[in-house]
């Protein structure tokens, strides 16, 4: 399953659910799904300093695993929404919700859902569907002496992703 099947299928478990998306670590969105109809609340570059803050703040709430377990999500409540982030393998699923739900059901609706998908679910790296220019930057900023971390947040790619293309850079 794609993406953006998977993206359709969550956003269907739950009437209240308004947006679906699959952000990578460095919080860039490869995919989203918006109910239609629905009006958004974040607009102009927000929508995108949401999804990089919310990668953010998964990735830093890691470092407690080894004290507090496996982290399952972080949820924002706000006025208007409720927002989730799913970590799933080197991703995090993001959805929001109307205000007035119960929390823990669509929690656990949502959950069980990337639970089962999440062994259909392709998100592994693909590094053709880079674009050439993409990938001639990352060579020349390799090439420079930039750290792998830099190149992937100068550019918006994973890190993983960014690793994967400095490989076949440096075998050719």
Do not use: W
């Not at 799904?33 to 629905?38: A, D, E, K, L, S």
């Not at 929690?107 to 050439?132: G, H």
């Not at 971390?149 to 100068?154: L, S, V």
């Amino acid at each position: 399953m794609n993406d953006v099947d998977f993206l359709n299928r969550l956003l269907a478990i739950n009437p209240s659910l308004r947006f679906s998306g699959l952000v990578e670590k460095s919080g860039h969105l490869c995919g989203s799904v918006i109910r239609q109809g629905i009006s958004e609340h974040l607009k102009g570059r927000n929508p995108e300093i949401s999804y990089t803050q919310s990668a953010y703040i998964v990735e830093l709430r890691k470092i407690f695993e080894n004290e507090l377990g496996s982290l399952n999500s972080v949820i924002y409540i706000y006025d208007k929404v409720v927002m989730f982030s799913i970590p799933i393998k080197n991703h995090i699923v993001v959805f929001s919700t109307d205000r007035n739900i119960n929390i823990d059901h669509v929690f656990q609706q949502a959950q069980s859902f990337i639970k089962n998908a999440e062994t259909e679910l392709d998100i592994a790296l693909d590094v053709k569907n880079i674009a050439q220019d993409k990938k001639e930057s990352v060579r020349n900023l390799y090439d420079s002496g930039i750290s792998e971390e830099m190149i992937a947040e100068q550019l918006d790619l994973n890190l993983a992703t960014v690793k994967s293309l400095i490989k076949i850079i440096t075998t050719k």
